[in-house]
Each structure stands twice: as structure tokens, then as C-alpha cells.
Antibody, heavy 119, light 105 residues
Framework: EVALVESGGGLVQPGGSLRLSCAAS????????MHWVRQVPGKGLVWVSR????????GYADSVKGRFTISRDNAKNTLFLQMNSLRAEDTAVYYC????????????WGRGILVTVSS | SYELTQPPSVSVSPGQTANITCSGD??????VSWYQQRPGQSPVVVMF???KRPSGIPERFSGSNSGNTATLTISETQAMDEADYYC????????FGAGTKLTVL
């Protein structure tokens, strides 16, 4: 059974850093592109970042470009999101998501992890 | 940047048909997926590639995409269908609609 489990969230001050991890199991992790999607509580879904199956290509939403870095360790079946220079508007639940056929089609979502940026 | 427009809310009586729309420029030329999100839960895909239903999703759910509008149709709506529904497409990046709250009255 496919499982995506996020960790590393919590409370951080503005300007601080946080590293999210997503442990994947139940599928061949190295064969799938992966994404991070975030959601402010009570609001809609917002795409954040994606990485190809080999970890050689990545993309970011304009709102996080230059501050966030996505990476993966295929040997450890783990996806990461390094978040620097955090702002209050980065406060959200962050979901680790598996891409199916293309970046318009996400077939498995983690439970999400809350990141709160506040002083 | 590309935008997808959804109605904020749709109401339907139990047993009736709910239609949730998603509009975007030349949307028919893009693949559209739909996600259901119940309160406190993660999104679940209920439709992909416009009209394909994942395993485990009831046949009551169907999808279409024509012109500038994609539609998720839920027939014989049940109380358990009450949730937020998001459409998704890809332009130069992944885009989600703002979501539609489906209320089953």
C-alpha cells in the first residue's frame, strides 16, 4: 500500500528555516516525480514545487523561488523540502504528493504537516 | 499566469445530481483532474484525464471537458459526498482552482 508520511514541521520564527521530509513506501519511489502542495487552513490548494524521478530537474512556484529547495534521496525513499527565509504567508499544511501521468494528475497525497511561521 | 475558476459553493438535495464546473482559457486542450477533500482529510483524486475514474471511486462520479469548461458530475448525490472539490490542470506549472464546497442539503 502506498504511503507518504511527512515530518519536520512546526513553529518557526520569520526569517528562519525548516526542512520537511516525506518518507515514501509501498511503491518504487525512484520511478515517480514528486511534488509539494500547501494549503492555508480553510483555504485552497497551492502547488509549491516538483522534482523529477532522478532528482535532476526541479520547479518552483514564484512565491517560493529562491527560498525553497526540493530534493530527494532515492536510496532512502525520501523527499525533502528545505525552506529558508520563511515568512508568515508560508504558514500552511504542506502535503507530499506523488505524480501519476503528468503534473496535472496527482494520485497519492500524504496526511500533511503543519508549518507555522510566527514570532 | 493561468487561472482556473470554480463556483465557491454548490448545493444539492440527496439523490439529485450535482454539477461542479471549472473554467479556464482553452481548458479543453488540457487534462483536468478533480480532488475531493473532506474536512480534516487530505485530498483524494476522484477524476483524472478529464473523465477517467480511479479505482475505488463510485460510478456516480463522472467528468467532462469541453471548450473552456470542465465539469465534475456527481449523480445520486449522498451525504458522504459533501466536501470541497478542487480542479487541477497544467499550463506552465500545476494550477488548482480555488475549490467548490459541495453541500448536500
Amino acid at each position: 500500500e502506498v504511503a507518504l508520511v511527512e515530518s519536520g514541521g512546526g513553529l518557526v520564527q520569520p526569517g528562519g528555516s525548516l526542512r520537511l521530509s516525506c518518507a515514501a513506501s509501498g511503491f518504487t519511489f525512484s520511478s515517480y516525480w514528486m511534488h509539494w502542495v500547501r494549503q492555508v487552513p480553510g483555504k485552497g490548494l497551492v502547488w509549491v514545487s516538483r522534482i523529477d524521478d532522478e532528482g535532476s530537474s526541479s520547479g518552483y512556484a514564484d512565491s517560493v523561488k529562491g527560498r525553497f529547495t526540493i530534493s530527494r534521496d532515492n536510496a532512502k525513499n525520501t523527499l525533502f523540502l528545505q525552506m529558508n527565509s520563511l515568512r508568515a504567508e508560508d504558514t500552511a499544511v504542506y502535503y507530499c504528493v506523488r505524480q501519476n501521468y503528468g503534473p496535472w494528475d496527482f494520485d497519492y497525497w500524504g496526511r500533511g504537516i503543519l508549518v507555522t511561521v510566527s514570532s | 499566469s493561468y487561472e482556473l475558476t470554480q463556483p465557491p459553493s454548490v448545493s444539492v438535495s440527496p439523490g439529485q445530481t450535482a454539477n461542479i464546473t471549472c473554467s479556464g482559457d482553452h481548458l479543453e486542450h488540457k487534462y483536468v483532474s478533480w480532488y475531493q477533500q473532506r474536512p480534516g482529510q487530505s485530498p483524494v483524486v476522484v477524476m483524472f484525464h478529464d473523465y477517467k475514474r480511479p479505482s475505488g471511486i463510485p460510478e456516480r462520479f463522472s467528468g467532462s471537458n469541453s471548450g473552456n469548461t470542465a465539469t465534475l458530475t456527481i449523480s445520486e448525490t449522498q451525504a458522504m459526498d459533501e466536501a470541497d472539490y478542487y480542479c487541477q490542470a497544467w499550463d506552465t506549472s500545476t494550477v488548482f482552482g480555488a475549490g467548490t464546497k459541495l453541500t448536500v442539503l
